[in-house]
């Protein structure tokens, strides 16, 4: 995890400090594992909402938005779940057309917060 500490790699709206406590509170495996778990699940969430767009079933937007919030969160994934809370918000207010736009840049985010995410498993 030391390489990690060159935070000149890593975006801005990736905080590096919550997988350096997870790993100081739960040790490499566990982060590991939830790393590992985001990497699958996170995705899965992003083809709920996508898919909740498509269909225009508000409801299951909205929790894999409230789901992707935390899960990403936690990791240290700034941006993912702001955006995550701005879907979740738009979907709530059944603001449909704002979410198409939210997704295109959640989808980018979470491409940027993936690659960091392999990159910090290999110095867990």
């Known amino acids: 995890m030391n390489e990690q500490a060159n935070n000149s790699k890593i975006p801005a709206d990736i905080d590096p400090l919550f997988l350096t406590r997870l790993q100081e509170l739960g ?5 590991s594992e939830l790393v590992g778990m985001y990497l699958t699940r996170g995705s899965q969430l992003l083809d709920t909402i996508s898919t909740g767009l498509d269909t225009n079933d508000l409801p299951a937007v909205k929790n894999a938005a409230h789901s ?7 990791l240290g994934g700034k941006r993912v779940s702001d955006l995550a809370k701005s879907i979740e918000s738009a979907a709530i207010e059944e603001q449909i057309d704002t ?26």
């Open 27 to 31: 040790g490499s495996k566990l982060a």
């Open 68 to 74: 992707l919030i935390s899960s990403a969160g936690n």
């Open 99 to 124: 979410i198409p736009e939210l997704l295109s840049k959640i989808i980018s985010a979470q491409e940027a917060f993936q690659q960091y995410l392999q990159g910090a498993l290999e110095h867990l």
